[in-house]
C-alpha cells in the first residue's frame, strides 16, 4: 500500500542552524513528491515538488529536498533556519488515477519544528 | 487573484447532526479535493470532483457526500455527525491535464459535540 512515513514528531532547531526533516515514501510506480508547510490554524503552502529530472530539487523560502530512489527517501533540508520557519511541515506522495499531481494526495503525519532563538 | 476560499472557517454541531462546508476554487481551477484532518494528523483524502462528478474516493463512508457546481465550486456534506468527525477539512484545487500541484484553502474547523 502506499503510504508517507516522517519519522520525527518534533524537531527543535536552534536559529540560524540547519535543518534536515526526514521523509520516507512506499509507492509501487515513479513517485510524485511534495513538501508542504502548515503554520497555525492556516491551510497547507506547498514549498518544493519533484516529477522527474534533477534529484535536488529547489523550493521557496531557501528549502531544497533530495530525491534518492534507492533509499525511497525525499528529505528536506535548509542551511540555515530562521524563526519564522517554525511550523509544521508535511512530506506528500501523489497517489490515483488521474496523475501524481492531481490525484489524492497521501500525507505523512508531519513534523512540528520549533526554533530556539 | 483569490487563491482558493472556504466558509465557514469555524463550526460546532452536534452529534447527528448534518453540515455542509463550502469551497471557491482558486481563479482557473477545474478540479477540487476534500481533505480531513484530525489534530495530530496529516490531511487525509475524502473525494475529488471534476466536471460536476465526482471521480475519485478516499476511504470515507458514505456520510461523506459532496458536490461541484457549473462555477467549479464545491460543497462537502456529512450527514449523521460523529464526535470523531471533528477535525480541520481542507479544500484543495487544481487544473486537470496540468502538473502543477493543488493549491489549499485556509480549512473549516469543524468541532462535533
Known amino acids: 500500500a502506499q503510504s508517507v512515513t516522517q519519522p520525527d514528531i518534533h524537531i527543535t532547531v536552534s536559529e540560524g542552524a540547519s535543518l534536515e526533516l526526514r521523509c520516507n515514501y512506499s509507492?509501487?510506480?515513479?513517485?510524485?513528491l511534495f513538501w508542504y508547510v502548515q503554520s497555525p490554524g492556516q491551510g497547507l503552502q506547498l514549498l518544493l515538488k519533484?516529477?522527474?529530472?534533477?534529484?535536488l530539487v529547489q523550493g521557496i523560502k531557501g528549502f531544497e529536498a533530495e530525491f534518492k530512489r534507492s533509499q525511497s527517501s525525499f528529505n528536506l533540508r535548509k542551511p540555515s533556519v530562521h524563526w519564522s520557519d517554525a511550523a509544521e511541515y508535511f512530506c506528500?506522495?501523489?497517489?490515483?488515477?488521474?496523475?501524481?499531481?492531481?490525484?489524492?494526495?497521501?500525507f505523512g503525519k508531519g513534523t512540528k519544528l520549533s526554533v530556539k532563538p | 487573484d483569490a487563491g482558493v476560499t472556504q466558509s465557514p472557517t469555524h463550526l460546532i454541531k452536534t452529534r447527528g447532526q448534518q453540515v455542509t462546508l463550502r469551497c471557491s476554487p482558486k481563479?482557473?481551477?477545474?478540479?477540487v479535493s476534500w481533505y480531513q484532518q484530525a489534530l495530530g494528523q496529516g490531511p487525509q483524502f475524502i473525494f475529488q470532483?471534476?466536471?460536476?462528478?465526482?471521480?475519485q474516493r478516499g476511504n470515507f463512508p458514505d456520510r461523506f457526500s459532496g458536490h461541484q457546481f457549473p462555477n467549479y465550486s464545491s460543497e462537502l456534506n456529512v450527514n449523521a455527525l460523529l464526535l470523531g468527525d471533528s477535525a480541520l477539512y481542507l479544500c484543495?484545487?487544481?487544473?486537470?491535464?496540468?502538473?502543477?500541484?493543488?493549491?489549499f484553502g485556509p480549512g473549516t474547523r469543524l468541532t462535533v459535540t
Open positions: 484543495a484545487s487544481s487544473f486537470t491535464g496540468t502538473l502543477d500541484e493543488q493549491y
Open positions: 509507492y509501487g510506480a515513479t513517485p510524485y
Open positions: 519533484y516529477f522527474s529530472g534533477d534529484t
Open positions: 506528500a506522495v501523489g497517489a490515483g488515477n488521474y496523475g501524481g499531481s492531481q490525484g489524492n494526495l497521501i
Open positions: 481563479s482557473g481551477h477545474d478540479t
Open positions: 470532483y471534476y466536471e460536476e462528478e465526482e471521480r
